[in-house]
């Protein structure tokens, strides 16, 4: 009973705010739901390719991301609440607490000028690295980059959004660290990052993104800078390209002045063929020769060159079949199959998602 009582005088308040307010909130609920299937003709022992964390599942039906969005939007505050669940999930939150699990977003924000241009956001929300979404059916490729498989999808801390003019923006995020609800053990330093994008017209955009952390304990903290840029253009209404580079380092040992690296490069163009069928074409190169972020558990440094092929057909304006061929090609053994590793990787993947 003391519950219910807490809730009631809860939604008594927010109508009591509600009605001193000029404006009204509006509150909308959402959803998505991704299916798929995938062929990997390396048919690894574990049934996945341990870099991957979409669609990453070989010869099963499975579901890639099923999720549930609440939003209340006002001019002067805003509030998301997004449950998930699927192969996604279970990949990408595998070192969070169960309680944290079915969280993708959970955040609270508020308006700190009279003009609204400027926003003060705490919680669990997107993060602000890289040009993919989670979801799949807002990307011009079905599976994700290597750019975004290797980057935080997700941030859990403050962030302050500042809208300049019609064409500048920028951000300034604290957080918990590099896609981490919960801190690591150990660690006292908070992590950072900031986001300035220019969109000089409709059709460009450029963003510039930069994340400063440390996923060791006090201990033996090692300094970790990172680097996203990329530019998305419409060419027309058929066309769209996005170019994307990423680069970071890391130190060596903690008060170390040596430095590894890695980096990465995208392309990806995508053509409307109709209204209902589209198809993109993803170039992509990653060298990460120390196994900072991508260790295949093969013992070689990982490099790759990837090619996509994806023909998009939207069947209803809420309904996408999506079908995408994807082939890796590496120097080295870096691509698991049943009794090892292979220099090369290919996979046949189709979804069929709704987005409500």
């Not at 602000?128 to 979404?133: A, I, K, Q």
């Not at 003019?165 to 908070?190: D, E, F, H």
């Not at 304990?217 to 680097?227: A, G, L, V």
């Not at 060159?305 to 023909?311: H, K, R, Y």
Request: no cysteine; glycine share 6%; net charge neutral.
């Amino acid at each position: 009973m003391k519950k219910l009582g807490v809730i009631v005088l809860a939604f008594a308040s927010w109508g009591i705010f509600s009605q001193e307010d000029s404006t009204q909130s509006t509150v909308n609920l959402s959803g998505y739901v991704d299916a798929f299937y995938a062929f990997d003709f390396n048919q690894p022992e574990q049934s996945r390719q341990s870099f991957l964390f979409h669609y990453n599942r070989h010869n099963t039906f499975n579901l890639n991301l099923a999720m549930m969005r609440l939003d209340i939007d006002h001019e002067k505050y805003h509030a998301r609440v997004a449950l998930h669940a699927g192969t996604y999930v279970q990949d990408n939150y595998a070192a969070e607490p169960l309680m944290y699990k079915p969280i993708n977003e959970a955040y609270v924000g508020f308006a700190a000028t009279k003009k609204g241009n400027l926003w003060i956001d705490a919680g669990i929300f997107s993060s602000h690295l890289g040009f993919e979404s989670q979801i799949g059916v807002d990307n011009p490729v079905l599976s994700r980059s290597l750019s975004a498989e290797s980057s935080p999808y997700f941030l859990s801390g403050a962030k302050m959004t500042h809208n300049l003019n019609s064409k500048w923006t920028y951000s300034l995020i604290l957080s918990n660290g590099w896609q981490r609800i919960q801190r690591v053990a150990g660690n006292s330093m908070p992590s950072g990052g900031t986001q300035l994008v220019y969109t000089p017209s409709k059709k460009v955009l450029v963003n510039w993104s930069t994340f400063v952390t440390t996923e060791d304990p006090d201990t033996t903290r090692r300094m970790m800078y990172f680097n996203d840029f990329y530019v998305t253009i419409d060419w027309n209404a058929k066309w769209h390209s996005i170019i994307g580079v990423d680069y970071g380092v890391i130190q060596e040992a903690k008060g170390s002045t040596q430095y590894d690296n890695w980096y990465n490069a995208s392309f990806i163009t995508q053509y409307q063929f109709s209204t209902k069928w589209s198809s993109a074409i993803r170039v992509e190169y990653f060298n990460d020769h120390k196994n900072i972020i991508i260790n295949t558990g093969s013992g070689n440094n990982f490099e790759a060159l990837g090619v996509s092929l994806n023909i998009d057909r939207k069947i209803h304006s809420k309904v996408f079949w999506r079908t995408e061929l994807r082939t890796f090609v590496s120097p080295k053994n870096n691509f698991q199959i049943e009794n090892g590793f292979a220099t090369t990787n290919t996979t046949l993947l189709t979804s069929l998602a709704v987005k409500l």
